[in-house]
């Protein structure tokens, strides 16, 4: 959590990672994430919700025999299986494609600032008796 009373940049070294929160390049990383989350979910809520009130609502639609005993309804279901993995996959490859880099330089970044060794996280060698 970013902790708004905590000194600025240029006042005095920073150890912990708040700045990231400032970083041009999170707020990109946020602003892509979202441009592909929000649409991507509304429209698959959207799907969903028109399959469920089909099933409820349009039952005379949803028993219309497609091939043999397969009807509209199953077709629908399975359908909902597809547009998961479809989604899932989308998101891999925009995720590689635009999200990672971006969160690649910022961790770069992050461990450039970082100390290189603190005295509580170093274990002593030998002890003394």
């Known amino acids: 959590m970013i902790d ?29 994430y979202r441009r592909f989350v929000f649409p991507v979910t509304a429209a698959f809520l959207l799907w969903f919700l028109a399959y469920v009130l089909c099933s409820a609502y349009a039952r005379g639609f949803m028993a219309t025999k ?5 009807n509209v309804a199953l077709v629908f279901g399975l359908l909902q299986f597809v547009s998961t993995f479809g989604i899932a996959l989308a998101y891999g490859r925009f995720a590689a494609r635009r999200l990672d880099p971006l969160a690649e ?24 008796a």
């Open 4 to 32: 708004p009373a905590a000194p600025s940049r240029g006042e005095t070294p920073r150890t912990d990672t708040a700045w990231i929160g400032d970083d041009p390049r999170f707020t990109e990383l946020r602003a892509a």
């Open 105 to 128: 330089a910022l961790r770069a970044t992050a461990a450039a600032q970082a100390p290189t060794a603190r005295a509580t996280d170093q274990e002593p060698t030998e002890t003394q």
């Open 66 to 70: 497609v091939v043999g005993n397969v």
